[in-house]
């Protein structure tokens, strides 16, 4: 009964911030690398950032780096990302996801990943 529910997301004009939350149950937060990936329709998914298991290390998509930080608290079983400078490219659909270990960067390989959420809806739009 692993589940992975986000939150947060909505409409947001550009230049402006969001903070995501995933909550986590079912499973030992603190054994996994957790991971956020968004999607736009018809797009293919795109790997945003990566949180090692104890969450020292911190890996970011080009794209979002310097704007987006992510991260946890495994005694609360959360994952959060902070988005600030958003801009339209950034409109998606953000997902929280689980892997056993760091998953490849720069591209999302849905292998790399053995639970997802079901995502929140990210707006950017005046």
């Known amino acids: 009964q692993v589940q992975l529910v986000e939150s947060g997301g909505g409409l947001v004009q550009p230049g402006g911030s969001l903070r995501l939350s995933c909550a986590a149950s079912?499973?030992?937060?603190?054994?996994?690398?957790r991971n956020w990936i968004r999607q736009v329709p018809g797009k293919r998914r795109e790997w945003v950032p990566t949180i090692s298991v104890g969450g020292k290390l911190t890996y970011y998509a080009n794209s979002v780096k310097g704007r987006f930080t992510i991260s946890r608290d495994n005694a609360k079983n959360t994952l959060d990302l902070q988005m600030n400078n958003l801009n339209s490219e950034d409109t998606a659909l953000y997902y929280c996801?689980?892997?056993?270990?760091?998953?490849?960067?720069?591209?999302?390989?849905?292998?790399?990943?053995?639970?997802w959420g079901q995502g929140t809806q990210v707006t950017v739009s005046t």
């Open positions: 079912g499973f030992t937060c603190s054994s996994y690398y």
């Open positions: 996801a689980r892997s056993d270990g760091l998953p490849r960067l720069g591209f999302v390989e849905t292998k790399d990943y053995d639970y």
